[in-house]
């Protein structure tokens, strides 16, 4: 079958067995080797993206669901050669170690910071709950997404002021 | 005029890290993003069962599958005496099995495709007639008279005992024994667990049919050890074989051990002529790889009335699955777990070690722990507080009176160690201040009063790192050196290539900042390279916090030899005699006369454009770095719970954690891994279990019955630290990854426990899930 994807603002098709996950597109037809694989059950969320600005876990989605929609793995983040606030949040915190996690709590990180620019430890510590991470814990993660918050919230200060 | 020059400092300072931009923008190179030209793909087919004959093994289905390339058997590897390869302690382990299965998940058969997807569509067509055996699934059964033989591989074997080790005195230890007031026991069992790094393992075997080249990508911790290995088990040429370490997406050991799919991988990509990727699905990973601990453990503590410890006895029994897998030093066959004194200076201690084979999966790996280090402090620690109770004492002032005190050291223990350099009276009274110790526990009588429960749970662990000295630590006869091999580029920028492997610890940032500490190149200018075995120096690997403690020496003293050499340099550039000079952190200055200098990056432009006469040109060396002992990094954990005497469940309330690892070299790396490993080590006494029923089913064979915690059951951490300088240690560092991990699972343990402790309770086996903690609190009297 053939799906259309738009894939961090690009749109790209692919001829796919109705089988393929998301994720298998991703990593193997288009080569956007960012989004991991940690598991074979939905637990551990290496493999978050955003499709339309919502997390899912693309192990446990066809390619084809995806059809017509759009994607953003952790090659979309970056823009101009510049971080993300939240990578760079993640940066400033030491958020990451053996960086296999990442990608995916990247992603979980900044459709929460979408939805709540605001966000208490408790809303951070449960949006991420869905995210495994064995190096670094969640503590830096958390003060990832705190420190990213009021980044945002200064820049856009600064944007409505000026 | 220059007079002055202070040069930046490098150590303790917490520089941001060199590997986050690419992890951060998706452009790691894991294993499974290494995509190679005509690469096929492996599946494993695994047993179902826990011990059976094979009878047959029908693969003519998944061969005619369209797309399919090779099914390969233990038969076929037979052919090419490759069915079975040794392990890193000095068994052996079935690549796929011949005669007999004897684990649920064992490799049985590998399909090689065109497409993963097929590969996995063909093991559903392999058919294989078992013949079930009796299963034996605990050491206890295992050792027993008359039972099932699981090894009868090996000829001439008629038990499941694998080793009986002791270490320390039996006739003194007696002696103290009899000379105590009270003897002070516990019985208690540290269950199976799995390292489960996110990444599971496996590998793209490239073998060059024209050349025999055989280049490996490879999910290794220990990729020189495991090139050795290679060399060994397939009889290839040891250059003919490169084993690259990519980026490792966590090891936590479980990275250590030499794998079934490695090889068939590698024998398939030789035998077909094409590139073969085999990655491990998760149950893959957490039913086969290497699993931690399974070590049921009775011990006593001889004491005076007073709490004077007198002597300590322990008997050990472990589970080490169907092979003796985990690397191990080949002199100690229970690893470092006689390091079971701890931080007490106990005179007289004697530890009885038995290994027993099961039908479970091998191994018995250090999960973020040096060699058994984590058994060994949980077991002290929580006899201790066990002691406290009986005698009526503070558990930290039982503790306080027995540490080894600072003027001891070195200090030898009873099993045999030389502790180098400690000071824990100074890290508990930092911890229990950070708690609020004694506040802490008033309100828990108050509490109490108010039929509330709380409880305060101490651990003042040491560990034994940085293996090791070559005189006693080895890997299947490699001593355990370490190496690094430093070049300095006629522009002044470096580049170092060691020996240990990274897998998420920094060692980009953090050995490039020894570098510069020694010799004032900054770290940005310093290409760290490791994990590729034809272009780093051999080195036994990274795990057992050992990074730090050999390869980190190793970068040191290499450093300071290109630091010598720049003195010649720079004496030949100033004219003046070498002793004329003196170093101020990046360049040389002649004494008295500051404004004559030489900056490091002049003297390596000179050693590639203008050396004297009769000097070798460049500046560049190499170093193997044998330590003179382990290192003996400690701490103080501190851990407040309540428990909801309504449901058994039991919250951290305050958790406190104060390490001495001696010099950091960056202070937000080290505490990016005592964070992780706290969480970890959390993990372990509340959730993280691998068990087994009476058939050998593995319970635990995917993220939904195998817990790891998340964001949302994870307590917060506050920490601390004190600092006491290795002596032997070049910076006087000491290996850290591990003590979180290996330190905090008494200290909640026995959190827990205190808060039952008033109503007698004194043992909770791990992890202790709220139906434990229920059942103790039916028992004692203290439901709700």
Partial sequence: ?162 | MTTEHTAEHWLGRSVKRKEDDRFLQGRGNYVDDINLPGMLHMSILRSPVAHARINSIDTSAAEALPGVVAVVTGDLLAQHNLAWMPTLSGDTQAVLATDKVRMQGQEVACVIAEDPYIAHDALELIEVDYDPLPVVVTPQQSLEPGAPVIRDDKEGKEDNRIYHWEAGDPEATERAFAEADRVVSLDTFYPRCHPAPMETCGCVADVDPVTGKATIYMTSQAPHVHRTVFALVAGLPEHQIQIISPDIGGGFGNKVPVYPGYVVATAASLLIGRPVKWIEDRTGNLISTGFARDFYMKGELALRNDGKMLGLRVNMLSDQGYAYADAQPSKLKAGLFHIVTGSYDIPAAHVVTDGAYTNKAPGGVAYRCSFRVTEASFFIERLVQTAAYELGMDPAELRRQNFIKPEQFPYTSATGFVYDSGNYEAAMDKALEMLGYEDLKAERERARGEGKLLGIGLATFTEVVGAGPSKDYDILGLKMFDSAELRVHPTGKAILKIGVQTQGQGHETTFAQIVANELGIPPQDILVQHGDTDNTPYGLGTYASRSTPTSGAATAVVSRKLRDKARELAAHLLEVAPEDLEWTGDRFQVRGAPDRQSTIQEIAFAAYTNHPQGMEAGLEGVTYYDPPNMTYPFGTYAVAVEVDRGTGQWKVRRMVAVDDCGVRINPMIVEGQIMGGLTEGFAMAAMELITFDELGNCIGSTFSDYLLPTSWETPKFELGETVTPSPHHPIGAKGVGESATVGSPAAFVNAVVDALAHAGVRELEMPIGPDKVWKALVEAGLAE
């Fill in chain 1, 1 to 162: 079958m053939k799906v259309t994807v738009t894939v961090n603002g690009q749109e790209r098709s692919a001829e796919v067995e109705p089988r393929l996950l998301l994720v298998h597109f991703l990593r193997d037809k288009l080569r956007l080797t960012g989004t991991h694989i940690g598991c074979d059950t939905t637990s551990c969320g290496a493999c978050t993206v955003l499709l339309d600005g919502t997390p899912v876990k693309s192990c446990t989605m066809f390619a084809v669901q995806a059809d017509g929609r759009d994607v953003t793995t952790v090659e979309g983040l970056a823009a101009g050669g510049k971080l993300d606030p939240i990578q760079e949040g993640f940066k400033q915190e030491h958020g990451l170690q053996c960086g296999f996690c990442t990608p995916g709590m990247l992603l979980a990180s900044k459709a929460l910071l979408e939805e709540n620019p605001d966000p208490s430890e408790e809303d951070i510590r449960w949006a991420l709950s869905g995210n495994l991470c064995r190096c670094t814990g969640y503590q830096n993660i958390v003060n990832a997404v705190q420190w990213t918050a009021r980044k945002l919230q200064s820049d856009s200060a600064t944007t409505g002021a000026s």
